[in-house]
């Protein structure tokens, strides 16, 4: 089959493009591990609470870890336990969250923390928390009539900046 | 000129033209109703509006998706490819065109039947109807009579293909018959996956027949479904382009071969993608997210093809009537010609449209915009501009040739006015959508405030905007449904013609290879098999106890 010149070339040109996309992708995932959530780790959503660590939701504080905060969130229709989070700047903090109910989103706006919440699954997602402000937590997944009223928020705390302003 | 091909038949037959026709009509009743149901989304989204007591946002955003995003593409689609293989490969049997009509009568039952449980609220689950979400057993009834009937209309596209390779042995297929055929057995693959969620799962889980269903299996399947989906809608724009426009614009199809390539291409790669949907997803391993990543960048070089051959279509024919320079050429084309200028917003807006899909299956990058207004922005630039504003160009001249009337200067005129309108509403809505997006803004949720968060106050403008947009869509709606009812009963009658462009002098003999479908669908199915055993079989052997069935949350 005959190919144009410059279809050649359009064609080459355009998949090296791709193949160069890919390889940055690829090295960001196998190199430097920014895989989105791909947990494995599996619950019955109609017990979560007697599983660990969903036993106690909330913002803890761990030792001997590759993170030095755990965030333990519960979704279900239509809120988010707990309501508010606070973390101080810089941490390096593991969002380990799950659903109750029907699926729901855990997004944190305008950032990478995104992930779908299925019940009977945990989703984990591990990031370094490194613009200080308030964030809002979204349900970016439609679960019911109050979908747009599930929310929650994630305080990102700059302790010097406190501290200097005093 | 040497001989100039007798084409056998210039016009569907009379009867096929009927069930095409048929066809036509659900899917422009389907998008004005769809199109309303869209208009009141971005007005209650702005903050300014509020629905009737009694009519829920989700539901009016059920009917959305799935009138436009199921009924208007299928039964369109249905319409526009029985006219091309009648025209084409000529007319269909008595039993063809009766399978199709069965097909029609079921699809519209079962359209019917679908609306019925979502007008009741016994069904606002979306048109994605995730489980556990759990609607009225009659809602995925009705789909699944949808995709039935939609089989029974691709059926006799591939009798009627089959009946012209045993009549013309040895030679090569009319393009468009071709085109139709690796359209449907696309779609025949694709539901296939659809079709064991909700017969296996959804339908007796509803019914009460299973209690539990495994929710991730159910969104896998449907993926498999859902991605090849928007290509099934895609490749009817595709054939427009690559055979109908060139005609339009006086020039040839730039290339045979290059065409089939293209389209088999995408039968084989459309598949193996579907977890790209799923990238955010617990239960699935990362590598094969990655490796359905790196197949979805493969889908890109068809398009890439087809790009090419459209404008060096557009370039050769501007050239021959006398365009000179680098682009003078590109004013030599029929600019106030509907036919072309519609669809070829179309083709401008598939450009930003495909590099936002780049993004979107972007692996990491997907976690930005997962399920966020910009997935949104994203697909009313493809499906919902490059596909139907070629789905409207078609209409300004299928209508007509199909009821026997003619598009006259002043229909052509509007219909201009309709494309115009279209790309500068979808321009403000998609741009809003995209940026909104990019700030957080989720999908598929009602106006809220979000308890003052300034983030959330942050989106509010630029859903004001969607508004704007959406409720220049909405007038161009109303345009085309004027001019819709025009061609099909008041425009004068005469003879609209189907324009079908002839392969360019001195192109090389099209490659058997290319009409060899035992081939493409060995590498097909080694494609789906390659991609789906481990993921499926990783998600079943690891799959928690099934769900229950939620029914009270809308």
């Excluded at chain 2, 614009?249 to 790669?269: C, E, N, P």
Aim: hydrophobic share 50%; glycine share 10%; charged share 10%.
């Amino acid at each position: 089959m005959h190919l144009h010149k410059y279809e050649k070339w359009w064609l080459v040109f355009g998949s090296a493009t791709l193949v160069a996309f890919l390889i940055i992708l690829g090295v960001g995932a196998f190199h430097n591990g920014t895989h989105p959530n791909q947990s494995k780790k599996t619950l019955d959503y109609e017990r979560v609470e007697e599983f660990e660590p969903f036993d106690n939701p909330g913002v803890h504080k761990v030792e001997g870890k590759k993170w030095d905060y755990e965030v333990v969130l519960i979704a279900s229709a239509f809120n988010y336990n707990p309501g508010a989070i606070e973390l101080p700047l810089n941490a390096k903090v593991k969002f380990i969250a799950t659903t109750k109910d029907v699926i729901h989103g855990f997004q944190v706006a305008g950032t990478n923390i995104n992930m779908m919440l299925e019940p009977g699954y945990y989703s984990e997602y591990t990031t370094v928390v490194n613009k200080a402000g308030e964030y809002l937590i979204v349900c970016n997944e439609f679960c019911g009539t109050g979908h747009a009223f599930m929310y929650s928020s994630i305080k990102v705390v700059d302790a010097n900046a406190t501290d200097s302003s005093n | 000129m040497q001989q100039t091909a007798v084409t056998k038949f210039m016009k569907v037959d009379r009867k096929d033209a009927n069930l095409a026709m048929a066809n036509i009509y659900v899917a422009f009743v389907a998008l004005l109703l769809g199109g309303l149901a869209g208009l009141l989304q971005v007005l209650v989204r702005s903050g300014q509006f509020n629905l009737p007591k009694g009519i829920g946002y989700y539901q009016v955003l059920t009917v959305h998706g799935v009138l436009l995003g199921l009924i208007l593409t299928t039964f369109f689609i249905m319409g526009f490819q029985i006219a091309a293989v009648s025209r084409t490969a000529g007319p269909l049997t008595n039993t063809q065109r009766k399978i199709g009509w069965i097909g029609f009568w079921l699809m519209t039952i079962g359209t019917a039947a679908a609306a019925v449980m979502v007008l009741l609220n016994e069904a606002t689950v979306l048109y994605t109807f995730y489980a556990p979400l759990k609607a009225h057993w009659i809602f995925y009834l009705g789909l699944t009579l949808v995709v039935v009937g939609s089989w029974l209309l691709c059926v006799p596209q591939i009798m009627k293909y089959a009946q012209w390779r045993k009549e013309n042995k040895g030679q090569t297929s009319p393009l468009l018959t071709f085109m139709a055929v690796v359209n449907c057995l696309l779609w025949f693959v694709a539901t296939l996956g659809v079709a064991v969620e909700v017969l296996f799962m959804l339908l007796p889980w509803s019914l009460g027949l299973i209690e539990r269903v495994d929710v991730l299996l159910t969104r896998t399947l449907f993926w498999y479904f859902g991605h090849p989906l928007v290509y099934f809608w895609l490749l009817p724009a595709y054939m427009a382009w690559y055979v109908v426009v060139p005609k339009i614009i006086g020039g040839k199809i730039f290339s045979d071969a290059l065409a089939r390539l293209s389209f088999m291409l995408f039968l084989i790669f459309s598949f193996p993608v579907g977890i790209h949907h799923q990238l955010t997803e617990p239960g699935i391993d990362g590598f094969w997210k990655f490796v359905q990543v790196v197949l979805t960048f493969f889908v890109v070089v068809p398009s890439l093809m087809t790009a090419f051959s459209m404008f060096a279509t557009f370039e050769m024919r501007g050239r021959e009537l006398g365009g000179r320079g680098i682009l003078g050429w590109f004013k030599k084309l029929p600019w106030n010609d509907c036919r072309f200028l519609v669809p070829f917003i179309g083709m401008l807006a598939f450009i930003p449209g495909g590099a936002g899909g780049l993004v979107n299956a972007s692996y990491q990058m997907n976690q930005l915009v997962h399920n966020t207004v910009w997935v949104t922005g994203h697909f009313h630039l493809t499906v919902a501009t490059a596909v139907v504003l070629t789905f409207f160009g078609v209409a300004f001249w299928l209508i007509p040739h199909l009821t026997g009337r003619t598009l006259t200067p002043q229909l052509n005129f509007l219909g201009n006015i309709v494309g115009i309108l279209w790309g500068i509403g979808m321009l403000i809505m998609s741009a809003a959508m995209h940026i909104a997006g990019l700030l957080g803004a989720p999908r598929r949720s009602e106006y809220s405030e979000y308890g003052g968060a300034t983030q959330a106050y942050d989106w509010v403008p630029y859903q004001i905007a969607q508004a704007v947009g959406g409720t220049i869509l909405f007038i161009a709606i109303i345009i085309i449904t004027y001019m819709v009812i025009k061609l099909a009963f008041f425009a004068p009658k005469g003879e609209e013609e189907f324009p079908v462009a002839e392969v360019a002098p001195g192109a090389e003999k099209t490659p058997a290879i290319l009409e060899n479908f035992k081939l493409w669908g060995v590498l097909l199915v080694a494609l789906i098999i390659f991609a789906y055993t481990m993921p499926l079989i990783d998600i079943i052997q690891n799959s928690p106890a099934g769900t229950k069935g939620f029914n009270n949350l809308w």
